[in-house]
């Protein structure tokens, strides 16, 4: 069957979908369906919010016979964008964003193509935003340093890092340099790919998480989820003209290394990721309390969260937070328990009523 087609609406209808998500599918059904989400990144949105659905509707009605439930699953999923979630059941509307996590070490690039230290990255910031506003922002304390991009994509800039990111981005892209070590969640348009200079590396994203390594004078990149594709900044003008990943692209599941001037491709089947709390944790919620779900946001973001613990400590979440960046995560958390939250630095304040 072609599924190519199908977005959320369709996927939660879909009995097989529905059998696999509920941990009720036949083994080859299993493997079909896990196979499937990991070769089509372009529809991993669409069923993470179809299995979100899934699974709210499911706890909502655990007690009423299955017949009923997808009878109910099919007249909500109709009716799904019009509707307002209330109460037991969940509904997540996360848009259609994936998130990005690039580890740019300082130096990375200059080993990748050629060694010309700090003066090239000098030189990508006067030809890339000689003429457009822009903004620099350099941490210079012991903690990673969390930043909101007007597209909604969130930084956690890592120490004695900086980055320079234009005040309004360019209609057909979106570019920041540098210089040091970041963590991006990119906020998924493949009509204006994100680009990530650093000193001679262009890494161009649409919906990707990876990492990048440099330790002495090996890099690797490591591929989690989606798609990245890597170029020499000779390159750039080709790569910022097509909305498409072409040139090195890499694919979950693989890693590539670079050895000095040597290229050496390697596929592996469990990456090594960088030792930051972000990756590790999981975001994986059924009837949590939302004191969890905070305390693990604010210890995978770095970032403290402010809220009335009697009035919303102990309503419960069920959904699957993914790589989305950190304004969407919060956006879902708020809309499912009717609150509303402000981000000022580090700090997010979380307003609401409660439970009901």
């Known amino acids: 069957m072609d599924y190519s087609s199908y977005g959320a609406n369709a996927f939660a209808q879909d009995y097989s979908f ?47 016979a299955e017949e009923e439930v997808d009878e ?103 570019e920041v340099i540098l210089e040091g070590e970041a963590f991006f969640e990119v906020a998924k348009n493949p009509k204006q790919p994100f680009f990530v200079y650093a000193q001679g590396l262009v890494a161009k994203v649409l919906g990707t998480s990876f990492n990048i390594i440099a330790r002495n004078r090996n890099v690797t ?41 040597q290229l050496k491709f390697t596929n592996v089947q469990t990456p090594e990721y960088l030792p930051l709390p972000i990756q590790k944790l999981n975001f994986d919620f059924k009837r ?18 402010r809220y009335d613990k009697e009035t919303l400590g102990n309503c419960q979440l069920t959904a699957l937070l993914g790589d989305e960046p950190l304004s969407e995560k919060m956006n879902l958390i708020c809309r499912t328990v009717e609150a509303s939250y402000t981000l000022t630095d580090s700090l997010i304040t979380v307003k609401g009523q409660g439970c009901r």
Request: charged share 20%; no cysteine; glycine share 4%.
């Open 18 to 64: 529905q059998q696999w998500i509920l941990k009720k599918a036949q083994p080859e059904e299993q493997a079909f369906w896990e196979t499937y989400y990991a070769t089509h990144p372009q529809q991993q949105a669409a069923m993470t919010q179809a299995r979100n659905w899934i699974l709210s509707l499911h706890e909502a009605y655990e007690d009423v």
């Open 72 to 174: 109910e699953m099919n007249r909500l999923v109709e009716t799904a964008r019009q509707r307002t979630p209330r109460r037991l059941i969940n509904w997540p509307r996360i848009v259609s964003r994936v998130a990005a996590v690039l580890v740019l070490g300082l130096g990375v690039a200059g080993w990748l193509f050629y060694q010309s230290g700090r003066e090239e990255t000098a030189s990508l910031v006067s030809q890339r935003f000689e003429e457009v506003p822009f903004w620099e922002k350099e941490n210079t304390g012991s903690r990673p340093l969390l930043l909101s991009l007007d597209d909604g994509s969130t930084v956690l800039l890592q120490s004695q890092s900086r980055i320079r990111v234009p005040k309004s981005f360019d209609p057909a892209r979106r």
């Open 221 to 261: 990149i490591i591929v989690k989820t989606g798609r990245v594709a890597l170029f020499p900044d000779k390159e750039k003008e080709a790569a910022q003209a097509s909305t498409e990943l072409t040139g090195l692209v890499l694919t979950p599941n693989q890693q590539l290394t670079y050895q000095s001037d």
């Open 288 to 305: 949590t309390p939302l004191s969890q779900v905070f305390a693990t946001l604010e210890k995978a973001y770095g970032v403290t969260i």
